[in-house]
């Protein structure tokens, strides 16, 4: 069998359960009604307020400064402190300065002390005209030695190639015309 409820019934079981729950829950909300929750300052049993009991652990005397003044303050809240010194600059090192090393090897050749005053060509060779830096004058073709020093190697038009001998190398001269 099958049991059906009706729905006025519900009705009146739900508010019965809300007036039970309101009469058990009021005490617990209002302090008044519920003596554990009293204040701590009434005994329990008594009325009224608990009697004043003199602090005897507090030595007042010790708070007062009979006969001390009070020195003048170093702290001012009102006075900054003085502006910091500035930073100090440091000053840096130049980079480092690169010099090259020396060349290793034999010395350079000294240059040929000669001077050429010109060139022509004459009977189909090249032929160029020397001072030295004693004032001598020479002439020469290719081939030709100097100052048992210098060979001249090749005469153009406007410049000689002359070597030194012993095989330590060799320059070009240009026309210097005086």
Not at 44 to 55: A, Q, R
Not at 127 to 132: G, K, M, S
Request: zero cysteines.
């Amino acid at each position: 069998m099958k049991m059906t409820i009706s729905r006025p019934i519900v009705y009146v079981a739900a508010a019965a359960a809300l007036v039970a729950l309101l009469v058990i829950a009021r005490p617990a909300m209002d302090p008044a009604a519920n003596p554990a929750q009293q204040s701590s300052n009434t005994a329990k049993g008594t009325t009224g307020p608990l009697p004043d009991v003199p602090v005897v652990d507090l030595n007042l005397d010790r708070l007062r400064t009979a006969g001390r003044a009070l020195g003048e303050s170093e702290r001012d809240p009102f006075r900054f402190r003085p502006k910091a010194p500035p930073p100090v600059q440091r000053v840096q090192a130049p980079p480092p300065v690169f010099v090259p090393q020396a060349p290793v090897g034999p010395p350079p050749i000294p240059p040929i002390p000669l001077r050429v005053y010109g060139t022509g060509f004459i009977g189909g060779k090249w032929i160029a005209a020397f001072r030295d830096e004693r004032g001598n004058v020479f002439n020469g073709k290719e081939g030709d030695i100097l100052e048992g020093r210098y060979r001249v190697l090749r005469v153009g038009d406007g410049s000689v190639d002359l070597e030194y001998i012993d095989g330590r190398g060799r320059q070009t001269l240009r026309v210097t015309g005086q």
